[in-house]
């Protein structure tokens, strides 16, 4: 018997995520476990794997599609079935039934491909329309036959008779109105990345009271010491490599600073997993590498390696980048002086980092020029005080600028 196939909730409390890719093709075996479409979360591109076997008999949901999670997007048939009757299985589905006033509220949008052995009931000598989307369309003398249906097998809906009627709205004005060229520009639909940075970022300057400390540390040592390791290490160790064992290594000297803030409570975390920003084409992502403080400046950097690669491929699993005490934030690759970076929720603070340049600096009342670095400590007030602050940053300074301490 035909069962639909329903958008799975591919990470904790996501409601839709992108159908990317549909990997089967309508008509193609399936068996447990076969990858049945790449599914794009806010972070990453999950595989869809199938629950049962048969035969995909029928997409309902378009490539590109953000499609609530529950949402029937396509149907499986049993090996022996032929004919399947998309309209009756929809029926039985309550979330995309006809409801009182005869319109859809989470109806999927139909593929145009239909497999030819597989006919759906439908008639092209009939319109299907709900109820209200032919009392609306009569009202506005809307002739059914020209409205494209985005309803279970093209069926008008409401919304659709609705997208006509400002369409016709707007359109006398836009004809009167002479864009100049200047002004042409392109639209680029939100990616659920995208959508999901935003809706953060805005959680987080509405809801966390930030203030900001900064602080130049000299580089010199740390330099130093990075040329000296990378002359005997097979694998080469970075600045952030260094910056993310250091600060793993305050943060568990100084718990006060590894700590979220929630309304019942502070929680004060064991172990410092620093979260580390990778910007992709998609978005910002932050990988995490738990328990930083434990682990060797070597295993750290290729750890950074290996999620940063997969970050930007979409292949990172959720466990590995929700979470996390602390963020570091690195502008100074692209020779970024120095920025106030935005927490991410629920940590209580987040560090951005500048480039590292050559300026003159005074020593013993003499000018010279030193390797310095500014960084900027963002703090949730809530969680953490100014002086537990200032205090914390200026204990990293002093292991930026003598770091044996902190590998030792």
Known sequence: MATLIHMP?????????????????????????????????????????ADNEGVLGKILIEAGSDVKVGTPIAVLLNHDEKN?????????????????????????????????????VSSSSRIFASPLARRLAKQNDIDLSTVKGTGPNGRVVKNDIQRVLETNRMAPTMRNVAIPDHEVYTDIPHSSMRKAIARRMLESKNTIPHFYVKVDCRMDALLALRANVNQHA???????????????YAL?????????????????????????????????????????????????????????????????????????????????????????????????????????????????????????MSVTLSVDHRA??????????????????NPLRALI
Request: hydrophobic letters at 40%.
């Open 384 to 401: 953490i005080d100014g002086s537990v602050a200032a205090e914390w940053l200026m204990q990293l300074k002093k292991l930026i600028e």
């Open 252 to 372: 568990h000297q100084y718990p006060q600073v590894n700590v979220s803030w929630s309304d019942e409570g502070l929680r004060q975390y064991h172990h410092s997993d620093i979260a580390i920003a990778v910007s992709t084409d998609r978005g910002l992502i932050t990988p995490i590498v738990k328990s930083a403080e434990q682990k060797s400046v070597s295993a750290i950097s290729q750890e950074i390696s290996d999620l940063a690669t997969r970050a930007r491929e979409g292949k990172l699993q959720p466990s590995e980048y929700q979470g996390g005490t602390f963020t570091i934030s690195n502008l100074g690759m692209f020779g970024i002086q120095e920025f106030s970076a935005i927490i991410n929720p629920p940590q209580a603070a987040i560090l951005a980092v500048g480039a590292t340049e050559d300026r003159v600096i005074v020593e013993d009342k003499q000018m010279v020029i030193a390797s310095m």
């Open 234 to 248: 097979e694998r080469k160790i970075s600045v952030n490599d260094l910056l993310t064992k250091i600060v793993a």
């Open 84 to 120: 399947i009757d998309v309209n009756a299985l929809l029926s039985e589905v309550p979330s995309i039934a006809p409801d009182a006033a005869g319109d859809t509220s989470q109806s999927p949008v139909m593929s145009d491909s239909v497999n030819q052995d597989l006919p759906v």
């Open 9 to 49: 909730e591919v990470s904790a409390n996501t409601p839709s995520a992108v159908i990317v890719a549909w990997t089967k093709k309508e008509g193609e075996k399936v068996s447990v476990g076969d990858c049945l479409a790449e599914i794009e979360t806010d972070k990453a591109i999950i595989e869809f794997a």
